[in-house]
């Protein structure tokens, strides 16, 4: 066996690494869905000309990978770059053996020599691989959160009525018009953010090549629900990833007035007949925490009376909300100040589940 060797990736390895990826998107069943996925992550991204890849090789052999995309983000007057994990997963041959840290220690070493990055961020975790990153310096914020919505009436109606469902769906409510559709209006919900965005957060920018990006993923469906006053001025928008007939989560949402919200989210329940429905709530303000709990959502142990969680289908998520590492060589606490903000207290930042690939 050859020694292992820490290397940065480049294009001739990209068919060995669609191979290796094979071993763990398990779900996928086909090496053009692998493929397709790949591209979409890595050589896709708006942001970044070129794979930000890592490879352990056992001789001509990838035996571990953690990739990167690219994400602007902005805070006040200023625009940051930070350097997001998609990836990280090491052969299960070849496990045990400290390659994990030692692609983690050698991707964030080269990603502070670059310059043009930022900020580090890792999200893609297990109980076993997150306190190896953070033993290599990496700051664990928060913990995961999420809340559920699940409708028993909803189930039925969706067992009963099989008819499938044709987009657009129109409908009107006193003076707002609601549409439901497959088809993504980036520029206008890119505008509309921009409205709604707090300078004192750290906020995705949004723009419309993100959209472009983030909603062309190969493998996934999304239905997106405006809400629009007058005709046609947007006062609200949610975007719902549909995982099965009967089970969506939601990746992002914005509206002007919290009655608006309310409206929208209402018509699209009725009219999607879901059943099921789970949103990311961590970094979110305890406002819309408690406007999620008035429309019905819960916690993992309060959602159907506990019955979900006590079988197992709901599991409670104790890893860390994310792991961030400014790129310095020497982290000092000034290190996680921009801008006066300190980037280690969740209430400081505003993310949606669109914003990370984390699950």
């Known amino acids: 066996m050859a020694e292992i060797s820490i290397i940065k990736y480049n294009k001739n390895f990209k068919e060995d690494m669609i191979n290796f990826l094979g071993l763990h998107w398990k779900s996928l069943q086909n090496q053009e869905s692998i493929r397709e996925l790949f591209e ?23 035996v571990g990978h953690v990739g990167f995309y690219l994400q602007k983000y902005k805070l006040r007057n200023h625009t940051y770059t930070f350097a997001i994990a998609a990836d990280a997963h090491v052969h299960p041959e070849y496990r045990r053996r400290g390659i994990f840290s030692d692609i983690i220690n050698y991707s964030t070493g080269d990603i502070l020599k670059r310059g043009d990055i930022d900020l580090i961020i890792h999200v893609t975790y297990n109980n076993k691989s997150a306190p190896c990153v953070m033993k290599s310096g990496y700051y664990a914020i928060d913990t995961r959160k999420k809340m559920y919505l699940f409708s028993v009436l909803n189930l039925l109606k969706k067992y009963i009525l099989s008819e499938k469902k044709l987009f657009p769906i129109n409908t009107k409510s006193a003076d707002l018009k609601i549409e439901i559709t497959d088809k993504l209006r980036a520029q206008e919900i890119s505008e509309f953010n921009g409205i709604l965005t707090k300078d004192d957060k750290i906020n995705n920018i949004r723009d419309t090549a993100f959209y472009k990006w983030r909603y062309s993923h190969p493998l996934e469906k999304y239905i997106i629900a405006y809400c629009k006053k007058n005709e046609d001025k947007l006062v609200g928008y949610i975007i719902f990833k549909k995982h099965s007939k009967k089970s969506y989560s939601i990746m992002e949402y914005g509206y002007t007035e919290q009655t608006y919200f309310k409206k929208l989210f209402k018509e699209v329940s009725k009219k999607l007949s879901i059943s099921f429905l789970q949103t990311n709530t961590f970094s979110r303000p305890k406002t819309e925490i408690s406007l999620l709990k008035s429309l019905g959502f819960k916690n993992q142990k309060q959602i159907a009376g506990g019955l979900l969680y006590a079988l197992g289908y709901i599991q409670e998520d104790k890893l860390p909300g994310m792991l961030i590492s400014p790129t310095s060589t020497k982290i000092k606490d000034d290190n996680f100040i921009l801008d006066e903000i300190d980037i280690r207290d969740k209430e400081n930042w505003s993310i949606f589940e669109s914003d990370l690939i984390w699950f």
């Open 40 to 62: 979409w992550k890595y050589e896709k991204n708006p942001y970044g000309k070129f794979p930000v890849n890592y490879l352990a090789a056992d001789g001509k052999k990838i």
